[in-house]
Nanobody
Framework: QVQLVESGGGLVKTGESLRLSCTGS????????MGWFRQFPGKEREFVAG????????DYTDSVKGRFTISRDKPKNTVYLQMNNLKPEDTAAYFC????????????????WGQGTQVTVSS
């Protein structure tokens, strides 16, 4: 069993930055590929960024490329999402996720989800 705990959401203005953190607990948490999804009101969750357990593969959705950076601290079992140059359209609930296969993670077929953290960007 893996538990994912997110932190770092909040209210910022357009152009500002936030860093989300997700810490996995459980003996096997370090073996999972991990990533971030976001969910707009009334919409399904969408993939934002993902990183493999080894850190050798990273992927982003097109709308955040060049602005968001995902990274992983293996000893701490923590994944970060550095979000720069935030825009009002980034406003959403952000969820951490873990999956055994990277392709499954990208498709939202994840094994574990965090509880979510709200990011609000004002114009």
């Amino acid at each position: 069993q893996v538990q994912l705990v997110e932190s770092g959401g909040g209210l910022v203005k357009t152009g500002e930055s936030l860093r989300l953190s997700c810490t996995g607990s459980g003996r096997t948490s370090s073996l999972y590929d991990m990533g971030w999804f976001r969910q707009f009101p009334g919409k399904e969750r969408e993939f934002v960024a993902g990183i493999t357990a080894s850190g050798d593969r990273i992927d982003y959705t097109d709308s955040v490329k060049g602005r968001f950076t995902i990274s992983r601290d293996k000893p701490k079992n923590t994944v970060y999402l550095q979000m720069n140059n935030l825009k009002p359209e980034d406003t959403a609930a952000y969820f951490c996720a873990a999956a055994m296969l990277f392709e499954s993670l990208q498709r939202g077929r994840t094994t574990y989800w965090g509880q979510g953290t709200q990011v609000t960007v004002s114009s």
